[in-house]
């Protein structure tokens, strides 16, 4: 499917997995694997990418700018050809500074960063999604407040994006504990469902008040087991404020098994 300049680009929330694990053809990752790869199909093709990734935090909103990012394997433990990947989409300064422009024009602080890499939270899933690597990728950092009514007003500021053919990517995990990833409690996975449950009802519902409930995300079931710290939930909010305005409902577009966690992932259209 080809990007026609009357649509108006989805906006896409994604969890991105263990590490490199999905591109390492993980047993625990085939269901996520398959979804990244498949999910590009039901969306235009984008003239070029930004991606919020939960692996980037900064004092204020940051940018890559960088012509041709390198890679940057932040994770260890992992297999030798883990640290050989390659993704070698362009950057888009120009484009980083249209955005950058955006969100000054928002009230949002905002600077350029031209040395820095794709982190995993990136290339893991861009790499599933057009592993031809050749639309251009911006990647944005969050903000170490992580206050999630800045990360929506910051996704809001970032919605005119989608009628100039830019796909808004959000990165992270709808539930992120690393030690009950590991847990042979059973008590993991229905408490892992509880927040899965009230994420899927409030971004995929009717709900009336979806903006304050995601702000008050942590009065959630379970929302602090689901997030000990809350860096990989946050890409979401950045997803819901650029939705918002045109298409406030998003759909469960993946729906899994991960370490016996219930993961989910979220597509506005």
């Known amino acids: 499917m080809t990007h026609t300049?009357?649509?108006?680009?989805?906006?896409?929330f994604v969890p991105h997995g263990g590490g490199p694990l999905p591109l390492l053809n993980d047993a625990n990752h085939q269901e996520l694997g398959a979804f990244l790869s498949s999910i590009v199909a039901k969306i235009p093709t984008p003239k070029a990418i930004v991606l919020i990734t939960a692996h980037w935090e900064e004092a204020q909103v940051t940018l890559s700018s960088h012509p041709h990012p390198g890679m940057l394997f932040d994770y260890y433990g992992f297999p030798p050809e883990a640290y050989t990947l390659s993704y070698p989409a362009p950057g888009e300064p120009a484009l980083a500074e249209k955005i950058a422009r955006l969100?000054?024009?928002?009230?949002?602080?905002?600077?350029?960063?031209?040395?820095?890499?794709?982190d995993h939270g990136t290339f893991v899933p861009?790499?599933?999604?057009?592993?031809?690597?050749?639309?251009?990728?911006?990647?944005?950092?969050?903000?170490?407040?992580?206050?999630?009514?800045?990360?929506?007003?910051?996704?809001?500021?970032?919605?005119?994006?989608?009628?100039?053919?830019?796909?808004?990517?959000?990165?992270?995990?709808?539930?992120?504990?690393?030690?009950?990833?590991?847990?042979?409690?059973?008590?993991?996975?229905?408490?892992?469902?509880?927040?899965?449950?009230?994420?899927?009802?409030?971004?995929?519902?009717?709900?009336?008040?979806?903006?304050?409930?995601?702000?008050?995300w942590q009065s959630a079931p379970e929302a602090r087991f689901s997030h000990p710290r809350e860096e990989h939930l946050l890409p979401l909010h950045v997803c819901f404020g650029a939705a918002s305005s045109h298409s406030p409902q998003a759909r469960q577009a993946f729906s899994d098994m991960l370490f016996n966690t219930a993961i989910s992932g979220y597509l506005w259209q």
């Open 103 to 118: 969100l000054k024009a928002n009230g949002i602080t905002v600077k350029l960063d031209n040395q820095r890499a794709f």
């Open 126 to 216: 861009l790499k599933l999604m057009y592993p031809e690597a050749n639309i251009p990728v911006v990647q944005m950092s969050l903000v170490q407040h992580l206050d999630p009514s800045a990360h929506i007003a910051i996704g809001e500021a970032l919605s005119p994006l989608r009628e100039q053919g830019v796909l808004i990517v959000g990165s992270g995990m709808s539930f992120h504990n690393m030690r009950a990833f590991f847990s042979s409690d059973p008590q993991v996975l229905p408490r892992s469902q509880a927040f899965d449950g009230w994420l899927t009802h409030v971004l995929t519902s009717e709900v009336k008040h979806a903006k304050s409930q995601l702000i008050d």
């Open 5 to 12: 300049n009357d649509s108006r680009m989805p906006v896409l």
